[in-house]
């Protein structure tokens, strides 16, 4: 098998992998920064009982661990899977 599946002849090793890795750290920045958000949300509607803000934190908190969990894990095996197809 050869890796990666997706060559481009104009695209170098190095920049594919840089261009994975600054997506991969733009989505875990935003996952630190909404996971700081949703605590923080929470806690402010619980302390002023605003059901409305409880229940749209709980409503968009699957959205934030889809996209920091899945999104982040699959950019960062694609680095890995870019640096080992230029090395071969």
């Known amino acids: 098998m050869d890796f ?7 695209i170098a090793g ?3 992998i840089a261009s994975i890795a600054i ?4 989505i875990s920045h935003f ?6 958000y949703v605590v923080m ?9 605003d059901w ?3 229940n749209f934190v709980k409503t968009n908190s699957s ?9 982040g894990a699959l950019t ?8 080992i197809g230029r090395e071969i």
């Open 63 to 71: 959205l934030i661990l889809f996209i920091s969990a899945i999104l």
């Open 52 to 54: 409305e803000l409880l």
């Open 31 to 36: 996952a630190v920064g909404m996971g700081l």
């Open 41 to 49: 949300a929470e806690q402010k509607a619980v302390k002023n009982e």
């Open 4 to 10: 990666p599946f997706w060559i481009h002849p104009s």
């Open 76 to 83: 960062g095996v694609g680095i890995w899977f870019s640096k």
């Open 14 to 16: 190095g920049q594919l």
């Open 23 to 26: 997506l991969h750290v733009f």
